[in-house]
């Protein structure tokens, strides 16, 4: 088996829950895969691991500033419109 196919096996099953480095390298070893391309497909496999964490890191970030924005702009237009409102009040009283 090849590189790009041994890696896109694992990556298949990266998502799941019980995906674990250590036993994708005792697999390996087990299907005598050389000592080299173990490495190299290991290191391969952590790098996706960490482009993903970092990659939903980011999402959660941005998700979380989209809602503070959303929420300081009602704070801001709630504000603005009890102003008209208090301020079209005391011209009518006056």
């Known amino acids: 088996m090849d ?4 890696v896109d096996y694992y990556l298949e099953k990266v998502d799941g829950k019980n995906f674990d480095l250590f ?3 005792k697999e390996m070893e087990k299907n005598k895969i050389e000592e080299q391309e173990i490495k190299t497909i290991i ?3 952590n790098n996706e691991l960490q482009r993903r964490m970092i990659y939903e890191a980011q999402n959660k970030q941005a998700s ?3 809602w503070v924005g959303a929420v300081i ?3 801001g237009a ?3 419109l009890g102003t ?3 301020s ?3 011209e009518t009283h006056l």
């Open 3 to 6: 590189r790009a196919r041994i």
């Open 23 to 25: 036993d994708v390298r």
């Open 43 to 45: 290191r391969l496999l």
């Open 64 to 66: 979380a500033i989209f």
């Open 73 to 75: 702009t009602v704070v």
């Open 78 to 80: 709630a504000i603005t």
């Open 84 to 86: 008209f409102s208090t």
């Open 88 to 90: 079209s009040l005391w």
